[in-house]
């Protein structure tokens, strides 16, 4: 299942521009949910799983880059979540994600 089909983000000087980096992160987070729900409920997946998902999905960070282990977790940093574990407990609560998806 590919979340991105027929999908165009357009770049502005290699950074995207605010509406179109607002759309790829509903994007990667709804990835990122999909894939935790898939998972254990007792053993969150490896960053290495969730980059290699997010690359298989052809969805990129707002540099328009592959996602890396460390990409994602400062990514999810940058968005207030403390890695995995954080990204699943506000999944379980809702409250975090309400902005994104």
């Known amino acids: 299942m590919n ?12 950074y995207m521009n605010t509406p179109n980096k ?8 709804k ?5 935790l729900n898939e998972s254990s409920r007792y053993q969150n997946p490896s960053y290495q799983v969730l980059v290699n998902y997010l690359n298989n999905m052809n969805l990129k960070t ?3 880059n592959e996602w890396t282990r ?3 977790f400062r990514y999810l940093q940058r968005n207030g979540f403390s890695g ?3 990204l699943r407990k506000s999944l379980e609560q809702y409250t ?3 902005k994104f998806i």
């Not at 979340?3 to 290699?14: P, R, S």
């Open 62 to 64: 707002s540099w328009g």
């Open 3 to 14: 979340l991105i089909k027929g999908y165009n983000i357009a770049f502005l000087g290699g």
């Open 70 to 72: 460390k990409s994602l």
């Open 22 to 29: 607002v759309d790829n992160d509903k994007l990667v987070f």
């Open 96 to 98: 975090k994600l309400a």
């Open 31 to 35: 990835a990122l949910a999909l894939k």
């Open 84 to 86: 995995v574990w954080g």
